[in-house]
């Protein structure tokens, strides 16, 4: 049960995206190099036009995840009536090692809020073993991380962290 100062209670992460988390391994994600996110942080999507570096700290070699970026505030977070858009799925990565590991089964796609702050989530789920995940979506917008999950026997994430990010406006630029 996750506790009520928990930041992705808090982030209604858990709740809006997913039911429950099991955490068992540490990921690390992080962008250009030095923008590590870490949970309810803002990054500009100036910064985060490139895919990052998501790092599996866990398991073992003989252990397999599947990553899930999604941004659950799609049109705007006011009225999320499109819900999840998916951002980018790589399954078959092994454990303590990294995403480039892994299968790219939907391209990275970079964040682009229009109206308000939406998240963008990063979510791990430990697959049975490897090949797994044969159930792809064949949208990305109404995506629906909790179906996946159901539809390829992921049970719950066993590691997630997520960001904020908003439109740029030529005022906020320097």
């Known amino acids: 049960m996750a506790k009520l ?12 995206v997913i039911d429950a988390i099991s955490p ?23 910064s985060v036009t ?6 599996v700290h866990g398991g073992d070699m003989r252990s397999f995840f599947t990553l899930v970026m999604t941004d659950p505030d799609v ?6 009536y499109l819900k999840e858009h998916l951002h980018w799925i790589v399954t078959d990565i092994p454990g303590t ?11 990275y796609e970079m964040p682009r809020p229009n109206i308000g702050i939406h998240r963008f989530v990063f979510l791990l789920f430990k697959q049975k073993r490897r090949q797994t995940v044969i159930s792809t979506p064949s949208s990305r917008d ?22 904020n990010a908003q439109r740029e406006t030529a005022a906020r630029r320097r």
């Not at 992705?8 to 858990?14: A, D, P």
């Not at 992080?30 to 999507?45: A, D, I, M, S």
């Not at 490139?50 to 790092?55: G, H």
């Not at 109404?142 to 960001?163: D, I, M, Q, S």
């Open 5 to 16: 100062s928990d930041p992705l209670v808090v982030g209604r992460v858990i709740g809006d």
């Open 142 to 163: 109404h995506f629906n991380t909790r179906k996946f999950a159901e539809e390829n026997e992921l049970g719950l994430p066993v590691a997630a962290v997520y960001f």
């Open 97 to 107: 090692t990294d995403a480039t590991f892994g299968r790219e089964v939907v391209n």
């Open 75 to 80: 049109p705007g977070p006011s009225d999320p």
């Open 50 to 55: 490139n895919k990052p570096k998501v790092e």
């Open 24 to 46: 068992s391994v540490k990921m690390t994600v992080t962008f250009n190099f030095n923008k590590q996110v870490y949970n309810g942080h803002e990054l500009f999507p100036s």
